[in-house]
């Protein structure tokens, strides 16, 4: 039998829908996702074209790309990281607020591509975590779109009600460590 997140029968609970927290919690993160456009070198071109009329990327409710790490919730990795970029780069996704994805845009984010040299970073998941890989130089708007629904998958089938106590219990364990060093 096929598992469904969600379970209703109109004759039998009339307005009633049961489901469970994770699936509610999900669906509605999946389908509001906003992009933090880390645009480094060309790959933010093909990012920029996704939001075009052509390719339009708010047809998955994530055209809303925001230029404060505070408001954003997916960092697109767009281009060649470098050692200079890097710490910036690393700044921006702590100052955003959990949950947070990453999409590593290109071979240049994913791997430092071509540039095998001293200057660049070797792959952004050296000072990251990434969710989601696209490979070619550059990826077409589609790959980015087709990574986006990947991402979309991976948050369907997180256990957000689990993290988000268990983020709670850290934090609530740092407080207490911190207040215990200060008195
Ligand atoms: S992967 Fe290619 S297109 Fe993308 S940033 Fe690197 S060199 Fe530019």
Same mark, same amino acid.
């Given at each position: 039998m096929q598992k469904t997140n969600v379970a209703y029968d109109s004759k039998v609970e009339g307005e009633v829908i049961v489901t469970q927290a994770d699936a509610v919690i999900n669906w509605i993160r999946k389908h509001s996702v906003w992009p933090?456009?880390?645009? &480094? @070198?060309?790959c933010a071109i093909e990012l920029m074209a996704a939001g075009?009329? *052509?390719? $339009?990327? =708010? *047809?998955?409710? #994530?055209? !809303? #790309? *925001?230029? =404060?790490p505070r408001q954003a $919730?997916?960092?697109? !990795? @767009?281009g060649t990281v470098t050692y200079k970029m890097a710490e910036v780069v690393r700044r921006i996704y702590e100052q955003m607020a959990e949950p947070k994805w990453v999409v590593a845009m290109g071979a240049c984010a994913s791997t430092g591509g071509m540039y095998?040299?001293? @200057?660049? &970073?070797?792959?952004v998941d050296r000072i990251i975590p990434v969710d989601v890989y696209i490979s070619g130089c550059p990826p077409r708007p589609e790959a980015l779109l087709d990574a986006m629904i990947k991402l979309q998958d991976k948050i369907g089938r997180e256990r957000s009600v689990k993290n988000l106590t268990e983020r709670n219990a850290k934090t609530a364990d740092a407080k207490l460590a911190g207040a215990g060093k200060e008195s």
């Open positions: 933090m456009p880390m645009g &480094l @070198a060309c075009g009329s *052509r390719f $339009d990327i =708010s *047809r998955f409710g #994530m055209e !809303v #790309m *925001r230029f =404060s $919730d997916c960092m697109i !990795v @767009a095998r040299s001293y @200057a660049t &970073l070797q792959g």
